[in-house]
């Protein structure tokens, strides 16, 4: 799932997840209805994606060609899984994932990208570090 407006996206995520849709392993119940369980389901794809990324700046640490083995790598392991050998589709959710479609499309065998679209997106709010607007400036360029 990929979307411009990180807090929107999430949400849906969340929401999918809660309906069935396997975005992680990491359920504790006391999260399973938390608005904020796509961040805290995949801890293996989010330090993943930081080793693959500089996470404050999503400057890329590796080549290419790495982390498109790296992603495939991950989504084999998650798909090994026992409790999701009976799932046909396995969510991935991660900010840093908007930037990542080439690498995404590459790694995994015809992704079905989920594209949480706003009519008005969400802009960093006033007072944000320069990290957080860098950030949220490469979401929107990739979408264009």
Same mark, same amino acid.
């Given at each position: 799932?990929?979307?411009?407006? #990180? +807090? &929107?996206?999430?949400?849906?995520?969340?929401?999918?997840? *809660?309906?069935?849709?396997?975005?992680?392993? %990491?359920?504790?119940?006391?999260?399973?209805?938390?608005?904020? *369980?796509?961040?805290?389901?995949?801890?293996?794809?989010?330090? &993943? #994606?930081? %080793?693959?990324?500089?996470?404050?700046?999503?400057?890329?640490?590796?080549?290419?060609?790495?982390?498109?083995? /790296? !992603?495939?790598?991950?989504?084999?392991?998650?798909?090994?899984?026992?409790?999701? +050998?009976? %799932?046909?589709? !396995?969510?991935?959710?991660?900010?840093?994932?908007?930037? /990542?479609?080439?690498?995404?499309?590459?790694?995994?065998?015809?992704?079905?990208? !989920?594209?949480?679209?706003?009519?008005?997106?969400?802009?960093?709010?006033?007072?944000?570090?320069?990290?957080?607007? #860098?950030? %949220?400036?490469? *979401? #929107?360029?990739?979408?264009?």
């Amino acid at each position: 799932a990929v979307g411009k407006d #990180v +807090r &929107l996206t999430r949400a849906v995520v969340s929401a999918l997840h *809660i309906l069935g849709v396997p975005f992680g392993e %990491h359920r504790r119940s006391e999260r399973q209805m938390s608005p904020r *369980i796509a961040q805290t389901v995949a801890p293996g794809l989010n330090r &993943l #994606v930081d %080793h693959l990324y500089d996470p404050r700046w999503w400057q890329p640490r590796t080549n290419f060609d790495h982390r498109v083995a /790296m !992603l495939r790598q991950w989504a084999s392991r998650r798909s090994a899984l026992p409790t999701n +050998r009976e %799932h046909p589709v !396995l969510g991935a959710y991660h900010e840093c994932l908007t930037l /990542m479609g080439p690498e995404v499309c590459a790694a995994w065998n015809r992704p079905a990208l !989920l594209v949480v679209e706003a009519e008005t997106p969400r802009t960093p709010p006033a007072g944000t570090n320069g990290a957080a607007t #860098v950030r %949220h400036r490469k *979401i #929107v360029a990739a979408w264009q």
